[in-house]
């Protein structure tokens, strides 16, 4: 980092605002070193002020963060106070890039301010909670400690609050400064070009040969996607969090491009409810700041069971299909595999506004797999006739070919041109644009 700009300082030396350049980008860079101390009313000004002044400059938010919880002697005023910021930042959600760091703890209300973040990296031995250990152990009469509550590996394999896990505050710093290399400064510009020396038109090789012969066989769906983007690498967002799908961002040609892709190492790929919260926030995330979406596909479809409707199945898939059918970014499809009922609509389908459509010759597109299609159509058949069934049911609808005929796939390409193909695509869409509907505001199902 080198020359700042001071906004503003907290009354002592925990809190700062300031214009720095980090890894070459200007950032507003917000630092609260209150590990030993709660948020003040002046702290809670600082932010606010940092806040307001990056979405009026147009710079992306970058905060390193402890407080813990608000200072009483302030009494109810650093309560309105931190209130206060946390509308500053809701006011800047969507304009600038909101990244934060937590190095230490972040608790109470204030820690909802990490709520309002697009990225959050937690340090290693750092904890967030809005009613800490005591106040849990009172109500439910079951102890726990500050790291099982709402420490690092708790946010990031339960919560999904963590996007990364850092070994140190530098660490953390880098890793923001990484994400943000794939995103503009504010809503009004495209991502930068990352430089490269890839060629577009270099063949995949790997990707080509990773699908297993057999149907059901599971794969990492992230070996793929090294192997089409630039120099193999691809910067994953939440990896211990619903593993069942994937997100991050890679580079084709340069470009920045936000990947959502169904695992089938996890659940068989299966959309589950934190999978489809995942899903819906990045799918957000990166139409926001025109960041182009690939998305790959390999489900069999929702994960059944009563418990996931009980909580809300219906509420949360809709969430994915909410978030693709209102973004305005180029969109690309790929069908690696499977595509069956609902989860075909929710995974950028064609007719939710998806550009482009491609599939692998291996694609299975259909409202269910040959098993589930037999048992229903042909309840009395026997276990030879079944088989028999099945195979001419696999024949004649689980490829690409009839959906290609009905318009659902664009093209059915080579696996071995993933990446030339898809650096075409978003070639050819690099000049969309669409025109908002004027209203208020969506109401998404939250």
């Known amino acids: 980092m080198v020359a700042s700009v001071s906004i503003r300082s907290g009354s002592g030396s925990g809190s700062s605002a ?12 917000l630092r609260l070193d209150l590990s030993t101390a709660g948020l003040s009313t002046t702290d809670a000004e600082t932010m606010t002020a940092g806040f307001s002044t990056a979405t009026k400059k147009r710079l992306p938010i970058v905060g390193v963060l402890t407080m813990n919880g608000v200072a009483l002697d ?51 031995g750092a904890h967030a909670y809005v009613s800490g250990p005591a106040m849990v152990e009172s109500y439910t009469g079951v102890p726990i400690t500050k790291e099982a509550l709402g420490g690092a590996g708790s946010h990031s394999r339960s919560s999904g609050l963590a996007a990364m896990v850092a070994p140190s505050r530098d660490a953390a710093v880098d890793a923001l400064s990484d994400v943000l290399a794939h995103l503009p400064d504010h809503v009004d510009e495209l991502p930068p070009q990352i430089p490269t020396d890839d060629p577009v038109d270099r063949e995949t090789n790997v990707a080509a040969t990773t699908i297993p012969d057999h ?28 593993p069942n799908l994937v997100t991050g961002f890679c580079c084709i040609g340069g470009r920045s491009i936000g990947v959502v892709a169904n695992q089938s190492q996890a659940l068989a790929g299966s959309i589950d409810i934190p999978a489809s919260h995942k899903g819906a926030r990045f799918v957000s995330l990166c139409d926001a700041f025109n960041v182009p979406l690939l998305t790959l596909v390999d489900t069999s479809g929702f994960l059944p069971g009563k418990d996931l409707e009980w909580r809300g199945m219906i509420r949360h898939g809709a969430q994915l299909a909410f978030t693709y059918a209102r973004a305005t970014v180029p969109r690309v499809g790929l069908t690696l595999r499977k595509s069956y009922g609902g989860a075909y609509i929710v995974m950028d389908s064609r007719f939710m506004g998806n550009d482009l459509m491609l599939a692998w010759p291996s694609a299975e597109v259909a409202v269910m797999g ?29 490829t690409p070919y009839p959906t290609a005929e009905r318009g659902s796939i664009s093209a059915v390409i080579d696996p071995v041109e993933t990446r030339r193909v898809l650096g075409a695509c978003f070639d050819l869409l690099a000049t969309k644009r669409e025109r908002l509907r004027p209203r208020k505001h969506d109401n998404m199902p939250l």
Do not use: C, N
């Open 74 to 124: 302030d009494g109810f005023e650093a309560v309105v106070a931190w209130g206060q910021a946390a509308r500053a930042l809701s006011a800047a959600s969507g304009v600038v890039p909101i990244l934060f760091a937590v190095d230490g703890p972040v608790v109470a209300g204030p820690s909802l301010l990490l709520g309002l973040a697009d990225v959050v990296v937690f340090v290693e």
């Open 18 to 29: 300031r214009v720095e350049e980090l890894h070459g980008r200007k950032v507003m860079l």
């Open 370 to 398: 040959a098993k589930g299609a037999v048992e229903i159509l042909h309840r009395e058949a026997g276990p030879e006739e079944r088989e028999q069934l099945e195979s001419e049911y696999e024949a004649r609808y689980l």
């Open 215 to 242: 149907q059901t066989g599971a794969y990492d769906v992230r070996s793929i996607v090294a192997d089409f983007a630039d120099d193999g690498e691809f910067l994953e967002l939440r990896a211990t969090w619903a």
